[in-house]
């Protein structure tokens, strides 16, 4: 079947510290990666996303590079902001033709001034 | 609208009650999906609606759940004889098409069974 591995949270930084959040997956086929955040009290919302492998989706400075040969799309910030302490989800997608996610847990992100 | 809205924001039953949960989504999106989140966990797909029909409902975990989007707008997630496992956050998410990978969410639905 198909699943994705986040590393647990919460993950807690000082503003500006480097950001890393691990994702692995496991699929069936050959699926689409992507990460949704959760600001406080709003839905879900698609940070960025690869639908191949060596492709880097990239967004508000964030970036995750699909490596098939690892199985890997680990989210990446080089200097974070208060204003990211959210709620980080990977996922995937193998449907054809229409998009059935398959979620990580989620990893929250605290960052303190 | 200018977003996915999903009414009731909170909905306490009681077990063995029956409980219906809406989703507007946005105007024009065709794609529709819900998908359950239990505490501490990811989203699980539920079902998906292209149009009116549902192309998928095979994440629906038993027959007491049931869902319906008569118009190809506006749908409902049905629960019947509700159980106190069924107690999580029900998010519905919207796409322009089948085909498109950008899903809008809602900001859910608590319901908790006691």
Redesign the interface.
């Known amino acids: 079947g198909n699943s994705v591995t986040q590393m647990e949270g919460p993950v807690t930084l000082s503003e500006e510290a480097f950001l890393t959040i691990n994702c692995t997956y496991t699929a069936t086929g050959y699926p689409s990666l992507f990460w949704y955040v959760q600001y406080p009290g709003e839905g879900l919302q698609l940070l960025l996303k690869a639908t191949k492998a060596d492709d880097k989706g990239s967004n508000k400075g964030f970036e995750a590079t699909y490596r098939k040969e690892t199985t890997s799309f680990h989210l990446e910030k080089g200097s974070v902001q208060v204003s990211d302490s959210a709620v980080y989800f990977c996922a995937l997608s193998v449907s054809s033709g229409y998009s059935t996610l398959t979620f990580g847990k989620g990893t929250m992100l605290l960052v303190s001034p | 609208g200018a ?2 809205s999903q009414t009731p924001s909170n909905k306490v039953t009681e077990k063995g009650k029956y409980v219906e949960l809406r989703c507007d989504p946005i105007s024009g999106h065709t ?1 529709l ?1 819900w ?1 359950r989140q239990s505490l ?6 539920l079902i ?1 609606f ?1 149009g009116t029909g549902a ?2 409902d095979s ?1 629906l975990p038993n027959d007491r759940f049931f869902a319906v989007r008569p118009e190809g707008s506006v749908s409902t997630l049905k629960i019947q004889r509700t159980e106190r496992g069924d107690s999580a956050v029900y ?1 519905c ?1 919207s ?1 322009e098409g ?11 639905t608590q319901l908790s069974v006691l």
């Not at chain 2, 089948?98 to 859910?108: D, I, Q, R, V, Y």
Request: no cysteine; aromatic share 20%.
């Open positions: 977003g996915v794609a999906y998908y501490g966990q990811g989203p699980e797909f998906y292209q192309a998928d994440g998010l998410a796409s089948a085909t498109n990978e950008k899903l809008f969410f809602g900001s859910g």
